[in-house]
């Protein structure tokens, strides 16, 4: 179960220790289900959706616990836990995540059954802590588990005019982006490739907010990665900055030369348990090896 980042580079997460009993209890479960899901290729696409749909819940309840200690805000469709000294920014992190909410889940066609966990973080030490990350990782925001985890504004805009600093929070901010990774986990329970879900939430954060990630243009005879790279190396590929600009790419592709709704159905097939290759050759009847080709002509 990889995280969604917002950001150039990501890494691998680990759950972080809290203590506690109650706690402890859930983490040892969680392992177990983790342990379980090695298996969960040999099964049924309903008893992996419901096996995959409880390591989640899981998860997502061992995160919460683990913000006991923290202040809450709660709107209709969220909450955010948060420390006392960042009170103003968990005000606005919820405030645009309840903008956005509409229109992410329209076009989605899907409702979240529960109120979405947001858990703000005063700094980037303790953010990539809480997933036991090297320093040098520059993530805003973070979807993992069924929680979305925000590094608070103020550590990453520097504007001081309050009007002109929520409007950058607003437009360059994670919120639609790590939302729409929580969607697509939700929707297909897991099945996807790491890269598809890292375009779909691109181009759902540039087509509402207009935002692209810096370095997202590629050079002229730039060597690409191939689809084989992106769908099992993604996180770890020497050029991160190439390799999320591949996985907006491809989704662009899909919309361009099909529509939205060809990615709509996409999504339907990953959500009934189908192989993504096999999901490609049913909707776009192209092979694996026909996408990339095509693909990469469309996007050099």
Not at 82 to 93: C, I, M, N, T, Y
Not at 201 to 227: R, V
Not at 250 to 273: C, F, M, N, P, T
Request: hydrophobic share 40%; glycine share 8%; net charge negative.
């Amino acid at each position: 179960m990889k995280p969604g980042v917002y950001q150039d580079q990501t890494g691998n997460s680990t759950v972080p220790n809290h203590g506690g009993s109650l706690i402890r209890a859930v983490k040892i479960l969680t392992a177990a289900f983790i342990l379980m899901m090695t298996f969960l290729v040999r099964l049924p696409a309903g008893t992996k959706t419901y096996s995959y749909w409880a390591v989640r819940e899981l998860i997502k309840v061992y995160t919460v616990l683990g913000t006991w200690n923290m202040d809450k805000l709660t709107s209709e469709h969220f909450y955010v836990k948060f420390k006392p000294a960042d009170r103003q920014g968990a005000e606005l992190v919820l405030e645009t995540a309840e903008m956005f909410y509409r229109l992410v889940t329209e076009d989605f066609g899907y409702v979240p059954g529960a109120r979405v966990p947001l858990i703000l973080y005063p700094s980037k030490e303790e953010l990539n802590s809480s997933f036991g990350w090297d320093a040098k990782e520059s993530a805003i925001g973070v979807y993992w588990g069924g929680a979305i985890r925000v590094l608070t504004p103020e550590v990453w805009i520097e504007e001081k005019d309050p009007v002109r600093f929520r409007e950058i929070f607003v437009s360059s901010g994670p919120m639609v982006h790590e939302f729409t990774h929580l969607m697509i986990d939700y929707l297909t329970a897991g099945n996807y490739p790491r890269w598809f879900t890292e375009g779909v939430a691109q181009y759902e954060e540039n087509k509402i907010t207009g935002f692209e990630f810096n370095g997202m243009n590629g050079s002229p005879g730039q060597q690409l990665y191939s689809m084989k790279d992106l769908s099992r190396n993604f996180d770890s590929l020497p050029n991160q900055y190439l390799a999320y600009r591949e996985a907006y790419t491809a989704v662009r592709y899909i919309v361009d030369q099909y529509g939205e709704k060809a990615l709509s159905d996409l999504i339907k097939e990953l959500r009934g348990g189908t192989d993504f290759d096999q999901a490609l050759s049913k909707i776009l009847q192209l092979d694996s090896a026909g996408f990339e080709a095509c693909w990469q002509e469309w996007a050099l």
